[in-house]
């Protein structure tokens, strides 16, 4: 069974910084590409960053420069350091991997929140 927590949100001002974790179970961590999405109240749920297997990574337009995603896959471990955080940061993160079988996990999701 997979699992996926994630924590480290809270409430941050604008240009701070925020570091959250994503602790997996159930699956061989270094197989999978993982990834960061989130969700503002009334919009869709976006990808925020990824990372392959081989520690490839690639962002959103709206974070590259201040966001950046890392895996330490001897801890089952996913991290998103995330800077010079903006209002417009504000949402539900959530964790995210993909299996071989196409199956889809999800984490609870971590509340972000930018303000002054």
């Known amino acids: 069974q997979v699992q996926l927590v994630e924590s480290g949100g809270g409430l941050v001002q604008p240009g701070g910084s925020l570091r959250l974790s994503c602790l997996a179970s159930?699956?061989?961590?270094?197989?999978?590409?993982m990834g960061w999405y989130r969700q503002a109240p009334g919009k869709q749920r976006e990808l925020v960053a990824r990372?392959?297997?081989?520690?490839?990574?690639n962002y959103a337009d709206s974070v590259k420069g201040r966001f950046t995603i890392s895996r330490t896959n001897a801890e089952n471990a996913l991290y998103l350091q995330m800077n010079s955080l903006k209002p417009e940061d504000t949402a539900v993160y959530y964790c995210?991997?993909?299996?071989?079988?196409?199956?889809?996990?999800w984490g609870h999701g971590t509340q972000v929140t930018v303000s002054s």
């Open positions: 995210n991997v993909g299996d071989f079988a196409g199956n889809s996990y």
């Open positions: 159930g699956i061989i961590f270094r197989l999978f590409g």
């Open positions: 990372i392959t297997s081989g520690g490839i990574t």
